[in-house]
């Protein structure tokens, strides 16, 4: 089809064939956006045919944006898909039904996403089913610039949902999971004091997803990540996934949020109840290597 896929990789040599492999079934090209690997992730995807791009990594909207300002593309549409995940065949199948006929006023597509954890997928413990805008026709969409949580955006035109799905499913280890984790807390810090300093322009979904999280952050710090954990796994019946649907809630629902939570009161001990903008921004790049 005249789908261009965008893939975003470092040291990603345990997914890139299998991502490769599933994106070439329905694109014309893929091309892998590399942050320098120092593993046989290059390779691998120029040994299947994909066109191979460096650039430094900041972030991934930075780096996806990066991409779509850069690299020409002469498809109608590009998809965007990360290394660990891939399209479900009922998908392929029926963006290959529909794609051709869409209106012109439909200028993105958002699919909905599923995630296979510890080899299972889950199926529960969701508060709301996460979908995406993944696909759009070339030049119609940029990518939100913040550290964290970044979403691709139409500049004009009508997003038409799908009903299959594609996965989110690493094939690395748990320690490898904590690590990113670890480092997904300190961006999603970043994010909340970003809000201060308005250094991002907020598009209506960000507006949006910044007020759901103003909503969490009201509550009493440290209780509401126990509460997030109890509505995840029993209120919306996270245990029906077994042991991987407590390992998934228990580590992504809890302690991903109770490590935020720690670190922000740690954040407080060291600059106090009202520190400046110039002491939060010194301190995040201090500890967290993130310049804002």
Known sequence: MDITTIILTYNEEIHIERCISNAQKISKKVIVVDSFSTDATCNIAKGLGAEVFQHKFVNQADQLQWALDNIEVDTEWVLRLDA?????????????????????????????????????????GKIKSPAFLRLWRNGNA??????????????EG??????????????????????????????EIVV???????????????????SQKSLYYRLPIFLRASMYFFIRYFILLGFLDGKAGLAWNFLQ??????????????????LGENPS???????????YGIDI
């Open 84 to 124: 660990d995940g891939y399209l479900l065949q009922p998908l392929i199948e029926e963006i290959e039904e529909k794609l051709p006929n869409l209106p012109e006023n439909v200028t993105g597509c958002i699919f909905p996403r599923d995630v296979v954890f510890l080899g299972k997928k889950l199926r529960y």
């Open 142 to 155: 940029f990518i939100e610039q913040r550290w964290m949580d970044e979403h691709a955006i139409l500049k």
């Open 158 to 187: 009508e997003a038409y949902t799908f009903k299959n799905h594609f996965v989110d499913h690493s094939l690395h280890n748990l320690t490898w999971w904590t690590q990113k984790h670890n480092n997904y807390s300190n961006r």
């Open 192 to 210: 909340e004091l970003s809000k201060n300093f308005r250094i991002y322009e907020e598009t209506d979904s960000m507006k949006a997803r910044n």
């Open 253 to 270: 629902g809890f302690w991903y949020r109770f490590l935020i939570d720690s670190k922000m009161h740690e954040l407080q001990l060291a």
């Open 277 to 287: 903008d110039a002491n939060v921004k010194r301190y995040i790049k201090e500890e």
